[in-house]
T-cell receptor, first 115, second 111 residues
Framework: DAGVTQSPTHLIKTRGQQVTLRCSPK?????VSWYQQALGQGPQFIFQ???????QRGNFPDRFSGHQFPNYSSELNVNALLLGDSALYLC??????????????FGNGTRLTVT | TQLLEQSPQFLSIQEGENLTVYCNSS?????LQWYRQEPGEGPVLLVT???GGEVKKLKRLTFQFGDARKDSSLHITAAQPGDTGLYLC???????????WGLGTSLAVNP
């Protein structure tokens, strides 16, 4: 039973460029959430997707956008990259029917470095 | 704005010592989750506490949810190097699915 998989594992981009990160949820999960994690800090919620729609959003600018596909996989897009966007981007999947206590299953993240 | 404050931020101890990590808020949570994150990996759920005053044990780890459901603690007995990692608490305020995350406690257990 495959867990959450993210690609790529590492990425280096230049300021102003655009990046797309990908996530496949755990088998049987229908909800995908994206987080940004600075080194040594807790995850910051970016947004959550369910039924191919953005359901909730954190305090991130419109440069951050996403998509969920019919097979529940998801993409995170960041436009006009800034140096401050350098971080570990985590994808977490869950089952909406599991309720508010449904545990999040995280991937190992994509380490994005903006130079 | 709901906040979860974790303390201490950093902790470095010797193998065999005991330790307690705290997660505090002025807000009430319907549930609270504890995760551990090792370098290069995503967080892994350790436990979910739901009832005020609830105590859950996971081998040498003891988790407690405060009576008022505003705070929680994680106690580790006889710490081992394998316990090293970032310990994160995350609170659920209710029907809203967005978890509120603490900044984490970075634990290093030295052999």
């Amino acid at each position: 039973d495959a867990g959450v998989t993210q690609s790529p594992t590492h990425l280096i981009k230049t300021r102003g460029q655009q990046v797309t990160l990908r996530c496949s949820p755990k088998s049987g999960h229908d909800t995908v959430s994206w987080y940004q994690q600075a080194l040594g800090q807790g995850p910051q919620f970016i947004f959550q997707y369910y039924e191919e729609e953005e359901r909730q959003r954190g305090n991130f600018p419109d440069r951050f956008s996403g998509h969920q596909f019919p097979n529940y996989s998801s993409e995170l897009n960041v436009n006009a990259l800034l140096l401050g966007d350098s971080a570990l981007y985590l994808c977490a999947s869950s089952l909406l029917a599991g309720g508010s206590n449904s545990p999040l299953h995280f991937g190992n993240g994509t380490r994005l470095t903006v130079t | 704005t709901q906040l979860l404050e974790q303390s201490p931020q950093f902790l470095s101890i010797q193998e065999g010592e005991n330790l307690t990590v705290y997660c505090n808020s002025s807000s009430v949570f319907s549930s609270l989750q504890w995760y551990r994150q090792e370098p290069g990996e995503g967080p892994v759920l350790l436990v979910t506490v739901v009832t005020g005053g609830e105590v859950k044990k996971l081998k040498r780890l003891t988790f407690q949810f405060g009576d008022a459901r505003k705070d929680s603690s994680l106690h580790i007995t006889a710490a081992q190097p394998g316990d090293t990692g970032l310990y994160l608490c995350a609170g659920n305020a209710g029907n809203n699915r967005k978890l509120i995350w603490g900044l984490g406690t970075s634990l290093a257990v030295n052999p």
